[in-house]
């Protein structure tokens, strides 16, 4: 019987966002950490009514529950990095178009005090953890998780993500978390794809 869970794959290759994202952090990051959220989410549901369930149900069947804590931890960092690869593609970034545009200059008080206030989200986040724009209530907001946490436990809708675990960014750039995530926001971020989550 095969698994229920599988490693998505990858919407690039795996060197297609370098130099921001290097084909060694990428190897690592998808290849090793992604997997083993995939590979541990299957043992831990293996003859459990979960593993019928789709990601989005059992994260919010188990989001805040401290004895099903391992499967919420695994599915939840499977649904964040699918996310995050799918946040981001080659040669993107800048200022977006669109529905987005205009509200994050209603919402957020233009892309310069976005882009200023979801750097300092992402890098002050303590510890591992992630940073959103998402829509909740009509409207656009700013917020962080820690670990596996995710906004979609709750009634928000993710429309971009920036991983600030270590693995997604130390080998390439160390310490400097900073530098990572500005580079992610001027050379990555796909709002394109965030238009479509938005329904514009």
């Given at each position: 019987m095969s698994a229920p869970f599988t490693l998505p794959p990858l919407p690039y290759a795996d060197?297609?966002?370098a130099p921001v994202i290097s084909a060694n952090t990428m190897g690592f990051h998808y290849g090793k950490h992604h997997k083993t959220y995939v590979d541990n989410l299957n043992k831990l549901v293996d003859g459990t009514d979960?593993?019928?369930q789709s990601l989005t149900d059992i994260i919010k069947k188990t989001a805040g529950d401290k004895e099903k804590a391992g499967i919420f931890n695994n599915a939840a960092q499977i649904w964040n990095h699918t996310f995050?690869?799918?946040?981001?593609?080659?040669?993107?970034?800048?200022?977006p178009t669109g529905k987005l545009a205009s509200m994050i200059d209603s919402d957020l008080g233009g892309y310069d005090k976005f882009k200023t206030d979801f750097a300092q989200a992402a890098i002050t986040q303590f510890g591992s953890g992630w940073a959103w724009?998402?829509?909740e209530n009509g409207k656009l907001a700013i917020k962080k998780t820690g670990n596996a946490e995710t906004p979609i436990s709750g009634n928000a809708t993710p429309l971009l993500t920036i991983d600030v675990w270590?693995?997604?960014y130390y080998l390439d750039y160390q310490n400097r978390r900073a530098d990572f995530v500005n580079a992610v926001i001027d050379k990555l971020l796909d709002w394109d794809r965030a238009n479509e989550?938005?329904?514009a």
């Open positions: 060197d297609a966002l979960f593993a019928q995050f690869w799918e946040s981001m593609k080659p040669s993107a970034g800048g200022k724009l998402v829509s270590e693995h997604a989550r938005l329904g």
